[in-house]
């Protein structure tokens, strides 16, 4: 039987069923709303979302006046419509539909709580998407209420919903609420929830940062330095990672529930459709594979490692969406087989001395992907010099942060020795791996911000030598680790530097430019960056050596071929549009119809350009404002017919088209990336059109028009002088 047939089969019944109970008993019946209302959950089954509203609306209109709105029937169809109204992107209906289910949820004397935490979750989804958080937070702290009541003390959604709430309390400067609800948190991960020591360290870290926001930088240290005590406890057994397809039989439907064991065997004894190489075991993602040769959904995970141990107790704790089965030497520790949401795990164990395997078995059915995996050294134990120990970027980020909190205290010589292993560990990290890089970024930041600035911290570190040190051969790695130091630079307020500071920063650029050019990279791209750095940074002290290096980039564009073109570039302010965003508690950039309004109206400036490459920072430039500015470029060019890289970088949103078709967008709040587009063009004229927009701090624009035949690199400095 295929997947849509068992619905072709229940909607005639559910049609029938309607003009049955319309005939027998009239369509303002009970039973008249009970069937269109089955009818409107088939139509949702089928992915008929504004049939299922049609119907659920009309089911509503007629029970709600019969058996009133706390009626569980009444409730479900509220739900249920809430949710379709959802999948149509018609948030403010589907608010509204929320709320009055929840209304009526919160009438029965005695409801079912299940059902009131996940009304108050739909609802939760909708006000945050909507940006309308004094709201969110109202509904989150009921949602705490009702878990206190009803939540066992370790349960993991008492304590998740809990976290979130610090959070919220701490973004809105509510510190006394917030310090209160981080100190319950603490007490019920300490009494009740010994064993997740990943969540332990988590608690402990939005501890201290609520004291940190506060200026109390004495109360903060000690939750930070908790923190790291865990962090350093983690080891990082390197995981032999196997994926499998989860395939359904000539006489199964679509999964929809968890694997059974005939099912896990079926699908595990085949070949795995991609085994990458051992890895830390942590990965996230809403609605993209994996890695490329991966299924979106549908699919299991075996992971297997070895781990040297010492004698003593261990806690392994996971993070998963949906199913995890944890063993340790063929000893079953975590079994949370079932299709959840994401939900984190944890269990302790005790071993001998010795070689232990571990295995981690997961299942994907759908919807958004997350599996981590951490284990721990109790932290009552010693350190193993001989166990496989590393420094995760929680651990890093947890370094930063006290050596900040210690920095603010005038204990630099403590300060300054976890900033730089923090700056070391960072730079030990391939780039290629999936953790995040943001600890390991700032932790480096905080490093270049002493030596501009020279403070204590800059006596203790000779910089420009470590930079040497990682980027004098020519490697992938060295590459990676030139790139991580321009995101570095990018992230300095250079607006804030005084003329000597900016001196000791384009001693930093030399050595990097100096690097990029020794590297001889096929893809000069960071290159082009680097020397934009430094060029900018000469022209702001008015060093006469600003021309050269922008006219080594020119150089450079040319010899890789670039398409330069005479770009008209119009620049539109939105800040009156941003000020309405934020009467409404909205933060984004603005959509398409609120586009057209910006873009209607005369520009602020108008230029022709060559090329559009442009780092403005967190400075302002001749008549536009530094934030919430757009800018719409275009340019016609002729070109020959063939495949064409088209190179896009944005902070914040971006979109480019070309002949009246959108290539490529990135249309949302971010830090600056880069997206790589390749198109083939037949010869002759191509019209460009780029829109951007800007929202506050960082703004950067750039777009590259590159022909693919084209291998091109950095000159070398013979190269130029010759």
Not at 89 to 106: S, T, W
Not at 201 to 222: I, N, Q
Not at 231 to 243: A, D, G, I, S
Not at 382 to 394: I, L
Request: glycine content about 4%; aromatic content about 8%; overall charge negative.
């Amino acid at each position: 039987m295929g997947e849509d047939e068992p619905l072709d089969a229940i909607e005639p019944f559910a049609c029938e069923a309607l003009e049955t109970a319309k005939t027998l008993a009239g369509d303002k019946s009970l039973a008249y709303a009970y069937a269109i209302s089955f009818l409107g959950y088939t139509k949702l089954l089928r992915k008929d979302d504004e049939a299922a509203v049609k119907a659920l609306r009309e089911a509503l209109a007629v029970a709600r006046p019969l058996i009133g709105y706390e009626h569980w029937a009444v409730i479900n169809a509220s739900s249920l419509l809430g949710h379709c109204l959802w999948e149509l992107n018609r948030l403010d209906e589907a608010e509204a539909e929320y709320k009055v289910q929840l209304a009526g949820l919160r009438r029965i004397p005695e409801p079912n709580n299940k059902a009131l935490r996940n009304a108050i979750r739909s609802l939760l989804n909708i006000l945050n998407t909507r940006g309308k958080k004094d709201e969110a937070r109202k509904v989150l702290a009921e949602l705490v209420e009702i878990d206190r009541a009803s939540e066992a003390p370790g349960s993991w959604t008492r304590r998740n919903n809990l976290e979130d709430l610090v959070v919220e309390m701490r973004e809105a400067n509510r510190f006394v609420e917030a310090e209160a609800l981080a100190l319950e948190l603490m007490d019920l991960h300490e009494k009740h929830a010994a064993d997740d020591l990943h969540s332990l360290y988590y608690a402990r870290d939005l501890a201290g940062g609520v004291f940190w926001r506060e200026g109390k930088y004495g109360e903060a240290e000690p939750h930070y330095r908790a923190a790291l005590n865990v962090c350093r406890h983690e080891l990082c057994p390197m995981w032999n990672v196997n994926f499998f397809e989860w395939k359904k039989a000539d006489s199964e439907d679509t999964p929809q529930n968890s694997p059974d064991g005939k099912t896990w065997r079926r699908m595990t004894e085949c070949p795995p459709i991609y085994s990458p190489p051992a890895s830390v075991l942590s990965f996230q993602t809403s609605s993209q594979p994996w890695t490329e040769r991966a299924p979106v959904d549908y699919f299991f995970v075996v992971a297997e490692a070895t781990a040297n141990l010492a004698k003593g107790r261990y806690c392994i704790s996971t993070f998963a969406d949906d199913g995890i089965r944890v063993t340790v030497d063929d000893k079953r520790i975590i079994n949370a087989w079932k299709v959840r949401g994401a939900t984190r795990d944890a269990a302790a164990f005790e071993v001998d001395e010795g070689a232990h395997k571990l295995r981690v078995e997961y299942f994907e059915l759908r919807g958004p992907t997350k599996l981590a995996v951490h284990l721990y050294r109790d932290p009552a134990m010693p350190v193993d010099p001989k166990a496989s120990t590393c420094v995760t970027t929680a651990a890093m980020g947890a370094m930063t942060k006290l050596g900040n909190v210690l920095r603010k205290q005038g204990k630099m010589q403590e300060a300054t020795q976890l900033l730089l292993e923090s700056f070391s560990a960072a730079n030990r990290i391939d780039e290629s791996t999936d953790q995040s890089q943001d600890d390991e970024l700032s932790a480096i930041a905080d490093v270049v911000r002493a030596f501009v600035k020279a403070d204590e911290l800059a006596k203790s570190v000779d910089l420009l030598e470590i930079i040497r040190d990682q980027t004098s051969q020519a490697s992938d790695k060295a590459n990676r680790s030139l790139a991580r130091w321009n995101n570095i630079i990018g992230k300095l307020n250079r607006g804030e530097l005084n003329a000597e500071e900016r001196r000791r920063l384009a001693a930093i650029l030399e050595v990097l430019a100096a690097a990029h050019r020794q590297q001889k990279a096929d893809d000069p791209y960071e290159s082009i960056r680097c020397l934009q750095f430094l060029g900018e940074t000469y022209r702001d002290i008015a060093d006469v050596r600003s021309l050269a290096v922008f006219e080594e980039i020119v150089d450079l564009r040319r010899r890789e071929r670039e398409v330069l073109a005479d770009w008209t570039v119009k620049y539109f302010d939105w800040n009156d549009l941003r000020k309405k965003h934020e009467s409404k508690n909205e933060r984004r950039g603005p959509n398409d119809e609120e586009w057209k309004v910006i873009t209607a109206v005369p520009p602020l400036s108008e230029r022709r350009v060559r090329a559009v490459s442009h780092q403005w920072g967190t400075e302002s430039f001749v008549g536009v404002r530094k934030d919430f500015f757009a800018v719409s470029a275009e340019a016609s060019l002729e070109l020959d017919a063939g495949k064409y890289r088209f190179e896009a970088s944005a902070d914040d949103g971006i979109r480019v088209w070309i002949d009246g078709t959108k290539l490529s967008e990135d249309w949302g709040l971010k830090w600056a990336r880069r997206d790589v587009i390749e198109k083939e063009l037949t010869a002759g004229h191509h019209d460009i059109r780029i829109e951007y927009f800007e929202f506050d701090y960082w703004a950067e624009l750039g777009v590259r028009i590159l022909p693919t035949k084209v291998i091109a690199r950095p000159m070398t400095s013979a190269e130029r002088e010759g």
